[in-house]
C-alpha cells in the first residue's frame, strides 16, 4: 500500500466516531418535539428545551367582533304625522238663558301631519231644560289644529259638526233628532311623551236645520277638559 494513503485513511475511524457523537447533539438542539397541546403533538424546528417564546397560548378562538348596535329609531310622539291618539272629555255648555248641557265623548284622533288632527267622537248628552229633559247620543267629525306649538303644549283652534238623536225636542216644541256645529279655541298640556290634558271653550250649536216645522235653535258656550293619549 501507498503509505501516503495509509497516512490520510489512519484518522478515518476516529473522525467517523466524533461524527456519530457530534451530530445527534446537534440535531437534538434545533429539532424539539413539544408535548401535545390539545392532543396534537407540535413539532417545531429551531427550538432549544429552554426556548419558550412560541409556546401554544390560550386553546380559546379568535375573539369574534361583537356586532354594532344600530341605533334605536326615534320615538313617536304625540300629535306626530301618522299616528293616532284615543280621547275623552267631559264638558258644560249653557245658553245663559233656561238650557244647560252636559256633552260626554269617547273618540280617536287621526293626525295626517303634525299637530293636526281629524276627530272622531261619540257622544253622549243630557239637557236640562224648561219642560221635559233630555238625553241622547250621537256622532261627532272635528278637525282641530294646534296652530302654536311650545313644545310641552300647545294653543290649537277646531271646527266641527255632529247630530244627536234626543228622547226629547230640543229645544222644548222643536225637534228630538239635530244637528250640532261647534268651533272653539283651546290648549293641550304634556303630561308625558304620550298624554296630554286637553281645555277648551267653544260655541256650541243645537239646530234641526229646518227638518221640522220649528227651528228656534240653540247657542251656547261650552268648556270643556279631556284627556288623549297617543298611540
Not at 456519530?20 to 432549544?48: E, H, K, Q, R
Not at 224648561?130 to 247620543?137: C, I, L, M, S
Amino acid at each position: 500500500m501507498n503509505p501516503l494513503r495509509s497516512s490520510f485513511l489512519a484518522p478515518a475511524p476516529l473522525a467517523l466516531a466524533l461524527a456519530l457523537a457530534i451530530v445527534p447533539t446537534a440535531f437534538a438542539s434545533d429539532y424539539l418535539t413539544l408535548p401535545p397541546a390539545n392532543g396534537i403533538p407540535l413539532s417545531i424546528a429551531g427550538l432549544s428545551a429552554d426556548d419558550t417564546a412560541l409556546q401554544p397560548s390560550s386553546t380559546a378562538g379568535p375573539a369574534t367582533p361583537s356586532a354594532a348596535t344600530a341605533p334605536a329609531p326615534d320615538a313617536k310622539r304625540w300629535g306626530d304625522a301618522n299616528t293616532f291618539a284615543f280621547n275623552l272629555s267631559l264638558g258644560y255648555a249653557n245658553d245663559f238663558e233656561d238650557i244647560g248641557i252636559v256633552p260626554a265623548t269617547i273618540g280617536v284622533s287621526w293626525f295626517p301631519v303634525r299637530l293636526l288632527s281629524i276627530d272622531l267622537d261619540a257622544e253622549g248628552t243630557f239637557v236640562s231644560q224648561p219642560g221635559d229633559n233630555a238625553v241622547g247620543g250621537g256622532l261627532a267629525l272635528t278637525l282641530r289644529w294646534h296652530f302654536l306649538d311650545f313644545k310641552t303644549w300647545t294653543v290649537y283652534g277646531d271646527l266641527g259638526v255632529g247630530f244627536l238623536a234626543l228622547s226629547e225636542p230640543v229645544p222644548a216644541g222643536a225637534s228630538d233628532f239635530v244637528f250640532t256645529p261647534r268651533a272653539g279655541v283651546g290648549c293641550s298640556f304634556e303630561l308625558n311623551e304620550k298624554t296630554r290634558l286637553l281645555t277648551g271653550v267653544r260655541w256650541f250649536h243645537i239646530s234641526n236645520a229646518q227638518t221640522a216645522s220649528s227651528n228656534p235653535g240653540v247657542n251656547a258656550l261650552e268648556g270643556y277638559v279631556g284627556i288623549s293619549f297617543g298611540f
